[in-house]
Nanobody, 114 residues
């Protein structure tokens, strides 16, 4: 089992920045990829970014250049740096991990105001 706990969300004005964190615990040696997803009201959950165990990253095309995914293996923590935020980035953001099965955090709200 893997436990994921997100932090760092909140309210920010358009153009601002936020950094989300996701602390992982449990059977983390089994994890091969960690991701950030988001779900806006009335929309399907979408993949934001992924980082693989070897360090390779992948981003949703629409977010490239504004969002950066990273991980600190010593702290077992995943990050999402979000810059130049827009109102359309408002969503619940979820940390996720794959280790033979899909694990999810509880989600954290990010609200971007005009």
């Amino acid at each position: 089992q893997v436990q994921l706990v997100e932090s760092g969300g909140g309210l920010v004005q358009a153009g601002g920045s936020l950094r989300l964190s996701c602390a992982a615990s449990g059977s983390i040696v089994s994890i091969t990829v960690m991701d950030w997803y988001r779900q806006a009201p009335g929309k399907q959950r979408e993949l934001v970014a992924s980082i693989y165990s070897g360090g390779r990253t992948n981003y949703a095309d629409s977010l490239k250049g504004r969002f950066t995914i990273s991980r600190d293996n010593a702290k077992n923590t995943l990050y999402l740096q979000m810059n130049s935020l827009k109102p359309e980035d408002t969503a619940v953001y979820y940390c996720s991990a794959w280790g033979g099965t899909r694990y999810w955090g509880q989600g954290i709200q990010v609200t971007v105001s005009l």
